[in-house]
């Protein structure tokens, strides 16, 4: 059971808008280090086997937030809302959301955001390559001051059965794509995380096949919904959530959206991800949310919605069908589409 432990000073979930948080600096600084909650879970093979264990929690003090203000972006943020995303749920409270986060470089636990204020963000280079026109590097700030950057509010399903509504910072997918320039060879994108065993306690335990690795087609990284995040709750991404780019895919399990990114591939073949590798039989390419396809340990059709003790029913491609499901329309339905 979650144990909720609300305080005087905490804002409702509702509350929690960018503009309302975010507009003065000092006010935010003053909320980014006052308490909060802390939960702590299982990871992302273990958590379902033991659900009641991913859903205790403890209070503690956190400031989970407060390198964001040291952040060389932090000027950009917050950035207006496309009102054309509706979560049609509460945005979940900031301080779970930098909390109770999955970064397997930092260890398999969800508390890891201590862990990950240790990983160094700029300078940070995106390396665009594969099947393009010409490949490069691009500095972060670079990108960030040529795309159209915005916020959206999305609702997050993880595979391990439980969700979260963020609000986003950042640009559409397909912004970077156009920047890209791939050619009519690219069929798929890889994208990599930062691999650094200095700064990743998580990839020094070495059956893991690191770096993570996960993949999309070019028609889903067409997609509208197939967002790059550089900030939440209308500031920088901290370090636990991904910091400084990560992808965001909403109508798919939350592995798919991969953290801290440095290298985005253009390519041929159908790229093997991070946890495919692992345990493909648990964790396909296409991972697109069905609640009528179990994982194969456990039951897919409902979702706990992390910061109320509320279950509820989960929907195909997590609520987003009508902007994706022409995708597989005409898709061999052998493929495992849902999981
Ligand atoms: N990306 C990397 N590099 N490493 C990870 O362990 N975990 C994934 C995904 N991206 C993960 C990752 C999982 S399982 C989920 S549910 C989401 O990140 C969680 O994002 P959040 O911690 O910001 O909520």
């Known amino acids: 059971m979650l144990i909720r432990r609300k ?17 003065n600096r000092r006010r935010f600084m003053r909320t980014a280090g006052a308490g909060s909650l802390l939960l702590a879970g299982g990871g992302l093979l273990s958590a379902c086997e033991d659900m009641d264990g991913a859903n205790q929690a403890s209070a503690a003090e956190s400031d989970a937030f ?16 496309n009102s054309r995303y509706q979560a049609e749920r509460d ?34 280079s995106l390396r665009i390559e594969g099947e393009v026109e010409e490949p490069f590097d691009i500095d972060i700030d670079d990108l960030l001051a040529r795309m159209p950057l915005e916020e959206r509010i999305y609702r997050l399903r993880c595979v391990e059965a439980w969700s ?37 306690p ?11 690795i996960e993949g999309l087609t070019m028609e889903e990284a067409a997609n509208e919904l197939a967002f790059m995040g550089t900030g939440i709750y209308g500031a920088p991404l901290p370090k636990q959530n991904g910091a400084p780019l990560r992808l965001v895919v909403p109508w798919k399990y939350g592995f798919k959206s991969i953290k801290s990114v440095v290298s985005i591939a253009f390519t041929r073949e159908r790229p093997v991800s991070f946890w495919e590798e692992i345990a493909g039989n648990e964790y396909g390419f296409w991972a ?33 069908g009508e902007y994706v499901a022409e995708l597989y329309a005409d898709m061999d339905q052998d493929e495992r589409l849902y999981r």
């Not at 305080?7 to 507009?23: C, D, K, V």
């Not at 998580?202 to 993570?212: F, K, N, S, V």
Request: negative net charge; hydrophobic residues 35%.
């Open 7 to 23: 305080r005087g000073w905490e804002l409702a979930e509702s509350q929690a808008t960018p503009e309302e948080i975010f507009r």
């Open 66 to 81: 407060a390198q964001v203000a040291d952040d060389p972006s932090y000027e950009l943020y917050p950035l207006d809302r």
């Open 91 to 124: 945005i979940t409270e900031r301080e779970l959301a930098g909390t109770y986060t999955n970064f397997y470089e930092f260890g398999s636990s969800k508390n890891i955001w201590q862990k990950a204020q240790d990983m160094p963000i700029r300078p940070w």
């Open 164 to 200: 979260m509504v963020i609000p986003w910072s950042g640009f559409q997918l397909s912004h970077l794509l156009d920047l890209a320039r791939p050619t009519s060879n690219a069929r798929y994108i890889r994208f990599t995380t930062l691999e650094d065993s200095e700064v990743m």
């Open 202 to 212: 998580g990839q020094r335990a070495g059956w893991y096949p690191w770096p993570y």
């Open 288 to 320: 697109n949310v069905n609640p009528e396809v179990a994982h194969p340990r456990w039951s897919q059709a409902e979702e706990r919605v992390i910061g109320s003790d509320e279950k509820v029913p989960t929907e195909l491609y997590n609520g987003y």
